[in-house]
């Protein structure tokens, strides 16, 4: 039985995987990014103190009850996370591919690369 995973196959769906990641990150972050300008874009902008990011938006688990609430910052946020994630989820397909067609050294060198991606994506320490 032929393998249905040919090289054509899986530029199609890393394609697909792509143009699907990234329009769904920007949906995301634009549906956030009206819906903060609907609740805060009649208040006078503070440009003499730089203010950072609330410390929920800086772990997932904040993030996500943040985008449960509907809160905007944390839409955006999750929809950059998507963005980010985007280009891993790739890898990790292309890992996948090249292991059920039975490709060593591809797999080596993606899993190199996948590696990579998650340790500076857990903080690089």
Known sequence: MPNPWTDERVQQVIGKLLRYGVTMAAIVVLAGGILYLFRHGGEPAEYSVFHGEPSELRHLDGILRGVAALDE???IQFGLLLL???PVAR???SMIAFALERD????AITGFVFAVLFFSLAGGS
Request: overall charge positive; charged content about 10%; cysteine-free.
């Open 73 to 75: 910052l944390s839409l």
């Open 91 to 93: 890898v990790a397909f």
């Open 104 to 107: 060593r050294l591809y797999v």
């Open 84 to 86: 980010i994630a985007t």
